[in-house]
């Protein structure tokens, strides 16, 4: 039987049966590669009685059994907390993140807690046995329960994996693992995606919990194929600056947990270790009475976390003033900058304006919109706001402040830290347990609410 011809974009994994210099799908140039599909050699009437009697057949909806959801405790808190406490047995999760960012450590050490209660196999395709070794004494992980396989043929993982029989089985990384009867190159489209789909129906067929390694790209996007993330139940993004010693693990989907929450790790010469308490952590060494900075309260799931916002306002030598964003979005802080200088005044049109988030932090939620705010005024005046200050509420486009959920939990959150004042939109609080010594300034709009940060020194 004659292959069948097909072309995949290694960006977004749109198929067609010809070729496009443009992908039409993501409008990538040149990403469309061609693969051949092995043709089916079995056909309806060769199908085996065996075969009959094992292959899934339909069931009413309310004759299905519901099991105790089983979930393996990986010993970390702070992953447990966004896999939505623990993983799933026979689940199909996905971890990704920029080579060197610290993925292998982190399912190395969850490891040593999760060879307790199961058996674990750890196949690595990028290091050795040796190098697989050395990691894991560096990292004091030992267990009876821990097996180590290298090996880049998906036939021979999944051959190994039938005659261990583990309960937890990780592959670092799909990058790396191939099928022979391909004719294409490992990390290609085409392998990447076959290779996940055969690693998605063994999880599923056995019942067992797999962990899959995914390098980004320079995009921030899974390398190849964003289908990956279509065959998973759970999306982990690794994040992190290499310079900066924070990581933050994040969730992009999860079928059996929510996907606001995050967690924080910090890199040390032992491996990854858990910050219980971010706030104080991305706050440690905050200047005082320095103008362009404002504590920030944002919501990472259920958590309140205070960051650090900076800015820094100067005049600029060229004709267009220059914009520059870390950590947060870079559109929504050029429109805050025109809501400043339509709605309040200030002439930022002949300045340029840097922004960033300390910590390696990255804020997408609409409550920072007032700190950055007030970040930028303060140093467009070269006027410290108040220390012990804080600010959350979200910027209209007319300049008004609109109200944002868990209100009292950031409230709380600042009250433990040792803030005395707190700069929000104005909405019914209702009953809170604040402090007499704590201060709550409610305003309507932007200009108030600078008008009263000013005020407060």
Known sequence: MKQKTQYLCSECGYESVKWYGKCPSCGTWNSMEEFREKPSVTTRGTIARDDRRTRNKPQNLDHITMGEEVRFHSGIGELDRVLGGGAV??????????????????????????????????????????????????????????????????????????????????????????????????????????????????????????????????????????????????????????????????????????????????????????????????LSGHPADAPGNCIACTMEGSRPILAEVQSLVSKTSFGTPRRTANGVDYNRMVILIAILEKRVGLYLAGSDSYLNVIGGMRL???????????????????????????????????????????????????????FHTCIMPKQDLGYLNIPDSFEVIQVRNIAQAIAAAFAQK
Do not use: W
């Open 89 to 282: 047995r026979g689940s199909f999760v996905l971890v990704g993140g920029e080579p060197g960012i610290g993925k292998s450590t982190l399912l190395l050490q969850m490891c040593q807690e999760m060879c307790r209660e199961a058996k674990v196999l750890y196949v690595s395709g990028e290091e050795s046995l040796r190098q697989i070794r050395l990691r894991a004494d560096r990292l004091h992980i030992s267990s009876p329960n821990l097996y180590a396989l290298a090996e880049t043929e998906m036939d021979t993982i999944l051959e190994e994996t039938d005659l261990l029989e583990p309960e937890i089985l990780i592959v670092d990384s799909i990058q790396t693992v191939f099928r022979p009867d391909l004719n294409s190159a490992p990390g290609n489209a085409t392998q990447i995606k076959e290779c996940a789909m055969m690693l998605m129906q063994y999880a599923k067929r056995r019942n067992i919990t797999i962990f899959v390694v995914g390098h980004v790209t320079k995009e921030g996007t899974l390398a190849g194929p964003k289908m990956l993330e279509h065959m998973v139940d759970c999306v982990l993004y690794f994040e992190g600056e290499k310079q900066v010693t924070f990581r933050c693990l994040r969730a992009a989907k999860n079928r059996f947990g929510s996907t606001n929450e995050i967690g924080v790790f910090e890199m040390t010469d032992r491996g990854l270790r858990e910050v219980s308490n971010p706030s104080a952590a991305m």
């Open 364 to 418: 997408d939620e609409p409550a920072v919109d007032l700190p950055i705010a007030l970040a930028v005024a303060s140093s467009y005046r070269d006027q410290p706001l108040p220390e012990g200050m804080m600010a959350f509420g979200e910027v209209g486009l007319t300049g008004e402040l609109r109200a944002v959920s868990a209100a009292e939990q950031r409230i709380q959150e600042a009250v433990r830290l040792g």
